[in-house]
């Protein structure tokens, strides 16, 4: 639950800093329990092979004692010898058959009853296991009879209490768990600094650097630095490195953008009462019967009121209040002039214009908004070719279009010295796009956007003399069908 302050919001959020509970010591346990269950899973073999090797050591040595006791008579060997055999035996009785004849080698005075057997030769490896686990957990006051192979083709049983079986068995159990925790406890140490080393310090550090660059995302006191790792620590590095740098990116362009919105609204007002002024000045002029003053005084009021409208383009992209398009069929020819005569390309002392548009090609647009569109691209071209200082550079601007069944395709190319690569990739850019010196970046965004609004699309080709600018503008469907 967050909690609030007095003033009814919530509280910022606090970076953690405990490490009670950190990763490292998570894996810390975990390592030591996953050990200690792979151990467990050994365990049980091993007491199982314990207690048959207990058995196996017990059958041996009864086989030396029935070969001691079956050499000499039984009147041979005295009482008190065979009960000291059996006494180190830590056996009641030992008996042997062989030719199916079955001999009592030795016995105690009085043997208890036998409440086990355990076939030794004929058991099965689950059997050996529930054996051992049957004697660890259940064992203690039993009786034993063991049954085995003497002298490979008779057979020799020992009978002996489980209670010296039972506690072997619990002191080498105990035994192996001390070991077995004891491994896992040094290979949880080991993974820990492993861990610490290698994963949790450098995540620790990147948690910190990206909270802290967080408050301050303008600073470059707290960017993640990348060392050089190759693992998945490195690419995280990579990424967030790469994360910040592109955020700080866009602050830059949004903080260009507001102090470009700022200057444009402080200069907007004084410049549509200069432009409002020159309108009045300029209908006063259509008044004047002079046949050059006629001629000339409506392409400066439509200059004029072209002027007003784009004042604001600059602001109304970066609001993103471009209205949309009220498409007509146009002339693209005659719109193709007017850009020139607005640019000056018509009588242009250096550059040569080309207007290779068919008369009869009619487009589907705005007429305002293709006209910016065309006034942009051929204003950049006009720039970059009056920027060259080779006398001897051919400076041509031509503007074609076709049609091409519902699409009109239009071509803007100049025989300047082109774009880079660099300019390529980020050519629609706000901010970014700006190919010649002292350009704001903004032209080719607005041109694309103006673009889009109509459904078409716009792109540079590579190769030849030049840049060239394709625009494909389709129909309305309505037209269309």
């Known amino acids: 639950m967050v909690q609030t302050d007095n ?50 050591s017990k059958i041996r040595t009864a086989g030396i004692v029935a070969h001691t006791l079956t050499t000499y008579p039984e009147t041979a060997l005295p009482r008190t010898i065979q009960a000291d055999l059996l006494n180190r035996l830590d056996a009641y009785a030992v008996a042997v058959r062989s030719a199916g004849m ?107 650097s990206i909270y802290k660059w967080s408050q301050e995302p303008e600073s470059d006191a707290y960017l993640v630095r990348y060392g050089g790792r190759t693992d998945e620590i490195g690419r995280a590095e990579f990424a967030a490195a790469t994360m910040q740098q592109r955020i700080q990116e866009l602050f830059k362009q949004q903080k260009r953008l507001v102090e470009l919105g700022l200057a444009v ?101 705005d007429s305002e908004q293709l006209f910016r569109v065309l006034l942009n691209l051929v204003r950049n071209a006009a720039q970059a070719l009056e920027q060259c200082k080779d006398e001897a550079l051919v400076r041509r601007l031509t503007v074609s279009a076709e049609r091409d069944g ?15 690569e660099k300019a390529r990739e980020s050519l629609f850019k706000p901010f970014s796009g700006s190919v010649r010196t002292g350009g704001t970046g903004l032209g080719l965004a607005i041109v694309a956007e103006l673009v889009k609004a109509h459904g078409g699309t716009i792109s540079c080709l590579d190769g030849g003399p030049g840049a060239t600018f394709v625009i494909e503008i389709p129909d309305r469907p309505a037209l269309a069908a």
Request: hydrophobic share 45%; charged share 20%.
């Open 7 to 56: 003033s009814g919001g919530p509280d910022k959020p606090h970076f953690p800093t405990t490490h009670t509970f950190s990763l490292s010591f998570k894996l810390l346990i975990f390592t030591i329990l996953f050990v200690m269950f792979a151990e467990v899973l050994l365990f049980v073999p091993s007491i199982a092979n314990f207690q048959r090797n207990y058995i196996e």
């Open 102 to 208: 079955k001999q009592l080698v030795a016995m105690a005075d009085a043997p208890p009853t036998v409440t086990r057997s355990i076939d030794f030769d004929n058991q099965m490896t689950h059997g050996i296991v529930m054996e051992a686990i049957d004697t660890m957990l259940f064992g203690g006051d039993r009786t034993i009879r063991v049954t085995g192979t003497y002298d490979d083709e008779g057979e020799i049983e020992v009978v002996f209490s489980e209670t010296h079986l039972r506690d072997e068995l619990l002191h080498f159990a105990g035994r192996l768990l001390l070991v077995s925790f004891l491994i896992s406890a040094f290979v949880g140490v080991l993974v820990f600094f492993s861990i610490q080393y290698l994963m949790v310090i450098p995540m620790r550090r990147l948690g910190r």
């Open 265 to 365: 609204s402080k200069i907007n007002h004084d410049l549509r009462n200069l432009l409002a002024s020159a309108q009045l000045i300029s209908d006063r002029l259509t008044a004047i019967p002079d046949p050059s003053v006629q001629r000339f005084a409506p392409k400066l009021v439509s200059a004029i009121d072209r002027a007003i409208n784009y004042c604001q383009s600059v602001l109304a992209y970066g609001k993103a209040q471009e209205a949309p398009p009220a498409r007509r069929l146009l002339s693209l020819s005659r719109l193709c002039t007017d850009v020139a005569e607005m640019t000056g390309l018509v009588h242009h002392a250096s550059i040569e214009w080309v207007n290779a548009v068919p008369e009869n090609l009619e487009v589907d647009a």
């Open 406 to 420: 519902t699409k009109v395709s239009i071509r803007v190319a100049d025989t300047g010295p082109g774009l880079s």
